[in-house]
């Protein structure tokens, strides 16, 4: 099959093997059409069973009630933070977000640009994104909260989500979408880009309660709206149907071989935990996030100096572990560890890590 | 590699084989990174390459200088349909819209609910859209002239474009880009959804004449404006990473295996010339669009009855030969000869004609 690193990306990122091979395997003729998935109609029953598989797994997996409309919108997360105010805002009421880093900066700039009151209830820009905040008060007037449940960048997440009494939830879950159970009941709406936890990029997955469909104002643009989605299983026009069919597989994947979230949610923290021990052990290597607000899905660190930082990413990337410079914006380490790495990958970056200390420290 | 059908889908379409044996050989390591294409970050050097390669080969097949920009926008044709007139009216003066079916009718639509002043400038609907309008004169006031260039669903397209002075053409050219070659010099915008000629479905290339983005407004969203895409090389947010590949391989497959758009055209017009004229020897299948209305891409055509077009279609796809159902809008039947269709198929599919016709007239 050729060579196969440990892909530690931020997204785009690693997939499950299994699934990979099993696209290779079909991908000239898809159950016996004689097409590949690429080609088929997207009203054709061999895509209406595609979606509708992914639609209900996404229902099993986040024990999801007919409440809760499954949507796939092009346009990844970044359009989500345009279509949220647009679509959730109330007239004559504030909107109101959390800020933890670079992605809730993006929403909030998006719901500003659209005329919107923005109340930011709490943020950690104080100390450079690097905590999740607590003990903020939630204005019961806004019309929704919105939080990004997991930041990349800074490597921070919600372990806990605030609580907002009966102001709608709204929260960006691109990167660590799937990765464990949580109630769904207090969100207006999940959305999250594909391509971290459960597929290619090219499609936000969005879970919406379908009372914020009576929000939905008159006068927007058809692809716009999340009714237009929602009328008709995201099929009023042609979907991204490769990202629905590979986002099915993912979720195939983690009900029949991970066994449903509560096992993912087990092995995300093993596999962090791993790393995070090795970091706290190592006077070499320091975390970035502080230890409470620490991301299972985006482990932060950096080395005593860019250029060492450099090195350890080059030299790295030389033993097929990959993926490991930080984002641009903040530059230093981080280790994308979403559901798709096993534990064999983590091993294997710990004990690089400790060969590259035990070389240089 | 199991079964391949002849592919006469309108959309998502058939594929170029090589281009599908490509994807599916280098599926698991994309060139020795150890990583599918669907792995690899939007901001490694080897996507880079990808969308890169994907812009010049556009550049290149429609003779495009620096006035252009090439864009890689998700959302498909029909989020167009809302950026156009969102992006591109000018303040105090009317859009222009050539009407000659359903999806001019929806981007006629898209630009009246944001209240923009429509001047439909010609129709061809008295006639069931059955032909493409000539002898309009156009107002020289109105902001663009759009039209869309091949009507997927009527099988019309316009075999010489439109012409507006100095006013600037927009087409939605999704079914017939890269079909053949065309003068870009008088549009500001041409646009089209991947998933009939040049990939699959989930991204809208955009070609963009760059004196078009002094239109464009302050304060859109950003992932609304063309300037965000035109400023980023299409890379301010994740793009469809796998979608855009795949177009970049289908343009290397149209420059170095068919040789570029005048081959391209002269193959197509052959594949046409030989459905049209069976049609118009036999007395038993009815062409449905005037003859010199004919669409190059998509032959539609009447059998005696409804009954006998669902026995037609049905008894088509026994023998291997897929996708000949009309659009649920307006039944019948319809064979989508795209670029990726070989002269085999079409051959293939009179012979079925024939005996079909032997065995039923």
Chains 1, 2 share one sequence.
Request: proline share 4%.
């Amino acid at each position: 099959m050729g060579k196969r690193i440990y892909n530690f990306n931020a997204g785009p990122a690693a997939l499950p093997l299994p699934v990979l091979e099993r696209i290779q395997a079909e991908f000239l003729d898809y159950k016996g059409s004689g097409m590949s998935v690429t080609e088929l109609s997207h009203r054709s029953k061999w895509f209406d069973d595609i979606i509708n598989e992914a639609v209900e797994r996404t229902k099993r997996l986040l024990n999801l009630d007919d409440q809760f409309d499954v949507l796939f919108i092009q346009g990844g997360a970044s359009l989500q933070f345009c279509m949220v105010p647009m679509n959730l805002a109330l007239e004559g009421r504030p909107v109101g977000y959390l800020n933890t880093g670079s992605w809730s900066t993006k929403a909030i700039k998006e719901a500003r640009v659209q005329g919107k009151e923005v109340h930011v209830i709490a943020s950690s820009e104080d100390k450079d994104f690097s905590y999740i905040p607590k003990g903020f008060k939630v204005d019961p007037n806004i019309a929704y909260l919105h939080f990004t449940s997991n930041n990349t960048i800074k490597g921070t997440q919600w372990a806990k989500f605030p609580e907002a009494g009966n102001v709608p939830l709204i929260s960006d879950m691109s990167s660590d979408i799937m990765s464990r159970p949580f109630d769904v009941k207090p969100f207006g709406l999940v959305y999250a880009g594909a391509q971290k936890n459960i597929g290619p990029s090219g499609t936000a997955l969005a879970i919406l309660r379908k009372d914020m469909l009576d929000r939905v104002p008159d006068g927007l643009p058809s692809m716009l709206k999340y009714s237009t989605y929602a009328e008709k299983n995201s099929l009023y026009n042609t979907p991204s149907c490769f990202v629905v069919y590979t986002i099915g597989l993912v979720l195939q994947w983690l009900e029949e071989t991970i066994g449903g979230l509560e096992n993912m949610e087990r092995i995300n923290k093993e596999k962090a935990g791993i790393l995070y021990d090795y970091i706290d052990r190592s006077d070499f290597y320091r975390g970035t996030a502080e230890r409470e607000s620490r991301s299972l899905m985006n482990v932060t660190f950096r080395l005593s100096s860019e250029e060492l930082e450099a090195r350890f990413v080059a030299e790295a990337l030389k033993q097929d572990l990959g993926g490991l410079k930080g984002h641009r914006s903040v530059g230093g380490c981080r280790a994308s560890v979403y559901n798709a790495m096993g534990i064999d990958g983590v091993k294997a970056l710990v004990d690089f890590m400790k060969a590259f200390e035990n070389k240089e420290g």
